[in-house]
């Protein structure tokens, strides 16, 4: 019996003592559960929580940094304003190519020669209309003779007023063939123009001459072959004393490149040289399938080493500026921002969307959101944020 009063009352006090420990436990939960208060988008955490201890801050100080560096790939291409793609002006065979790709031409300069049954027959119409003015100069002076002979005889009583009226309709008719002779010789002379082929050449051919001086990229015919297409280009020239870098930067980067600015370049043909050039052009729209802005800068080479289709990447030329800067741990990401809990008192956050740059080690510079001087959670914002939530 002993036996068993001693079991009981080691079971009571073991009861009792498990009671009591759990009656001092419920504080601590309670603590550990303090109540939050939110107001306007402000976190209120009770001055005796303890939650309080976890939360660091820092001021936030300014300093000089690098914003960020945009880094692109692109490729050379010839100026769009300064291209000419050469094609058949009429039908015909060319007989002749006078350059070569990678030749050096001037403006003006021949680079082929057609000949052209179009050519052929211009040349032939403009010695028919050449020979009609003449037939009906000759007309018409005769026909002025008539009418003033015919007067003269009226005047005399010789022939009836009908012989008068008949020579001055004779007359109007010469005057109006004149007329329209002079202006189809005056037609076929424009077309000879157009050819380039001097009035009375027999047999004649056409040149194709340079529109611009340049270079020639490439040529797309032979002598001997005959075309009928005058829209399929022969050959193209460009004039690369300029060219551009086209760049596909990407969307979320593009506020960072404004035209007028300079960039650096790098291309895989020169890798231990750096370009510079100046943005001419930033496209009006996004391409959906890559998320990217085509950027263009212009480039002097006036040694002609840049060469279209030459790959190569775009940087943005990087520019300082004194922003505030944070310690990475401050910045916490959220569904659709980063955003850094501000402290406005003791126990008081409040959140505050931000941009940022270039991360440099441990530091991040604050583009936009926060000030100078303004206490900043560095330890303890992803505990604010499981709270606002």
């Known amino acids: 019996m002993n036996g068993l009063r001693k079991v009981g009352v080691a079971a009571a006090v073991a009861v009792c003592t498990w009671l009591g420990c759990e009656k001092r436990q419920v504080p601590v939960q309670e603590a550990a559960q303090a109540p939050v208060e939110e107001e306007k988008g402000e976190i209120r955490l009770p001055e005796d929580s303890p939650q309080i201890g976890r939360i660091h801050v820092t001021v936030a100080r300014q300093a000089t940094v690098p914003l960020d560096e945009v880094v692109a790939p692109g490729k050379i291409e010839a100026n769009p304003n300064r291209i000419a793609r050469i094609a058949m002006p009429v039908a015909g065979r060319v007989t002749r190519v006078m350059v070569a790709v990678g030749d050096a031409v001037t403006e003006g300069q021949r680079l082929l020669s057609i000949e052209s049954p179009d050519a052929s027959a211009a040349s032939s119409n403009y010695q028919q209309s050449v020979a009609r ?54 037609e076929n002379l424009r077309r000879l123009e157009i050819f380039r082929i001097q009035p009375g050449e027999r047999n004649p051919s056409i040149d194709v001459r340079a529109p611009l001086a340049g270079k020639v990229l490439d040529i797309a015919v032979a002598a001997g072959e005959y075309r009928n297409d005058t829209s399929a280009p022969l050959m193209t020239i460009a004039d690369l004393s300029t060219v551009f870098m086209a760049a596909d930067v990407p969307e979320s980067q593009i506020r960072l490149v404004t035209e007028g600015e300079t960039v650096r370049i790098r291309l895989a043909a020169y890798p231990a040289e750096e370009f510079t050039g100046t943005v001419a052009r930033i496209a009006d729209v996004v391409d959906p399938q890559t998320r990217t802005v085509k950027v263009r800068a212009v480039l002097h080479n006036a040694r002609g080493r840049l060469r279209p289709e030459m790959f190569g990447q775009i940087r943005h030329e990087e520019t300082f500026r004194k922003v505030p800067v944070l310690p990475a741990s401050a910045i916490v990401q959220t569904d659709k921002q980063s955003v850094v809990y501000r402290e406005k008192g003791k126990g008081v956050y409040e959140p505050v969307t931000v941009t940022f740059g270039k991360q440099d080690g441990d530091r991040v510079p604050v583009l936009s959101g926060i000030a100078e001087g303004d206490r900043v959670v560095v330890d303890g914002g992803m505990l604010l944020k499981g709270v606002a939530r």
Not at 145 to 161: F, N, T
């Open 133 to 186: 003015v003449e037939e009906t100069k000759a007309n018409l002076a005769k026909a002025e003779a008539d009418l003033s002979r015919v007067k003269d005889l009226y005047k005399g009583r010789a022939i009836a007023q009908k012989e008068v009226l008949s020579a001055e309709v004779a007359l109007a008719q010469a005057s109006s063939a004149a007329r329209q002779a002079k202006a189809l010789e005056e």
